[in-house]
């Protein structure tokens, strides 16, 4: 058994291994807040997984799973790759860096199979996913899949389309390695960030008291922010029709900043005005290396 390194050694992180741990995870997925059941993996393709080539890794606590996270085998006909199913945490867990833990250790098990690439998709009006994929784990996104898995369904409301944020996440990436170390931009310097960039997506307070889109703009060569819900779950309970709005907003924005060759480099929450406010940061893509040039200091 393994424990993740620099956590607090209340959980193990290991493969899972019978029968009775994999219908634990398919109930898991099954179970988890806001899931939708036809996502889930069942237990014996968790099985299959495990035996040939992907991961199904939990977090235990004692001998209760608190978390699982199921990756298969990816090929794109260039590189071969690990890409995530699934990462679910048990609510009651969720404040104890379980999901972080997780993906730290599966980082460690792709590279020990000698793998340097891990992929998935996210909802990109999901701060928690953002923070986590983009902030702290430094996985960069790489196109917005609309409607992915077509409608979905939330819970007591209705079913709401599924964009997807495609993330690649190299594994040895000097970057990588320190946002994984906890070396982070400070809030000053993401506030520094956000004052110099344009805004993709216009914002304002609606009459709920929640903010709510209000147009998109293209970028124009500048460095650029795209902001997205601070708290979906509460537009999604006070005022349900806007989900729809921010979702629409968001995909018009990334697709027009990946048209026009722009990268999301990072993902922050910012106070502004005692509010607390998201934004995905962008720029132009640096310009290809030329063969035999030196790489730029990261």
């Not at 199921?70 to 995530?84: C, H």
């Not at 990334?254 to 999301?264: I, N, S």
């Given at each position: 058994?393994?424990?993740?390194?620099?956590?607090?050694?209340?959980?193990?992180?290991?493969?899972?291994?019978?029968?009775?741990?994999?219908?634990?995870?398919?109930?898991?997925?099954?179970?988890?807040?806001?899931?939708?059941?036809?996502?889930?993996?069942?237990?014996?393709?968790?099985?299959?997984?495990?035996?040939?080539?992907?991961?199904?890794?939990?977090?235990?606590?004692?001998?209760?799973?608190?978390?699982?996270?199921?990756?298969?085998?990816?090929?794109?006909?260039?590189?071969?790759?690990?890409?995530?199913?699934?990462?679910?945490?048990?609510?009651?867990?969720?404040?104890?860096?379980?999901?972080?833990?997780?993906?730290?250790?599966?980082?460690?098990?792709?590279?020990?199979?000698?793998l340097g690439e891990v992929r998935w998709a996210f909802d990109p009006v999901h701060r928690p996913s953002a923070?986590?994929?983009?902030?702290?784990?430094?996985?960069?996104?790489?196109?917005?899949?609309?409607?992915?898995?077509?409608?979905?369904?939330?819970?007591?409301?209705?079913?709401?389309?599924?964009?997807?944020?495609?993330?690649?996440?190299?594994?040895?990436?000097?970057?990588?390695?320190?946002?994984?170390?906890?070396?982070?931009?400070?809030?000053?310097?993401?506030?520094?960030?956000?004052?110099?960039?344009?805004?993709?997506?216009?914002?304002?307070?609606?009459?709920?008291?929640?903010?709510?889109?209000?147009?998109?703009?293209?970028?124009?060569?500048?460095?650029?922010?795209?902001?997205?819900?601070?708290?979906?779950?509460?537009?999604?309970?006070?005022?349900?029709?806007?989900?729809?709005?921010?979702?629409?907003?968001?995909?018009?924005?990334?697709?027009?900043?990946?048209?026009?060759?722009?990268?999301?480099?990072?993902?922050?929450?910012?106070?502004?005005?005692?509010?607390?406010?998201?934004?995905?940061?962008?720029?132009?893509?640096?310009?290809?290396?030329e063969a035999g040039a030196p790489a730029a200091a990261r």
């Amino acid at each position: 058994m393994a424990t993740a390194a620099g956590g607090p050694r209340d959980f193990t992180f290991r493969p899972l291994r019978t029968p009775e741990e994999f219908r634990h995870a398919e109930t898991l997925q099954r179970e988890a807040p806001g899931a939708d059941a036809a996502l889930a993996v069942p237990a014996p393709t968790l099985r299959t997984l495990q035996d040939n080539g992907g991961l199904v890794l939990g977090a235990f606590a004692d001998i209760y799973l608190a978390g699982v996270a199921v990756a298969a085998l990816g090929w794109d006909g260039t590189t071969l790759y690990q890409n995530v199913l699934a990462t679910v945490v048990r609510p009651e867990y969720q404040n104890h860096r379980v999901g972080f833990r997780l993906g730290a250790f599966l980082r460690d098990e792709v590279l020990r199979l000698g793998l340097g690439e891990v992929r998935w998709a996210f909802d990109p009006v999901h701060r928690p996913s953002a923070s986590l994929s983009v902030r702290r784990f430094g996985a960069r996104p790489d196109a917005l899949l609309a409607n992915y898995y077509g409608r979905l369904a939330e819970p007591d409301g209705p079913r709401d389309e599924s964009d997807r944020l495609h993330v690649r996440w190299t594994l040895a990436d000097p970057a990588v390695e320190r946002r994984l170390a906890g070396t982070l931009p400070t809030a000053t310097e993401d506030a520094a960030r956000l004052d110099g960039a344009a805004p993709l997506v216009e914002t304002e307070l609606g009459e709920s008291g929640l903010r709510l889109p209000t147009a998109v703009a293209e970028p124009d060569g500048r460095r650029a922010h795209l902001e997205v819900p601070f708290d979906l779950a509460s537009i999604r309970a006070h005022e349900p029709a806007s989900v729809r709005r921010w979702r629409h907003a968001s995909r018009d924005a990334f697709r027009a900043a990946f048209d026009l060759g722009y990268v999301v480099d990072d993902f922050a929450s910012v106070s502004i005005a005692h509010e607390r406010r998201c934004f995905y940061f962008l720029g132009p893509a640096p310009p290809p290396a030329e063969a035999g040039a030196p790489a730029a200091a990261r």
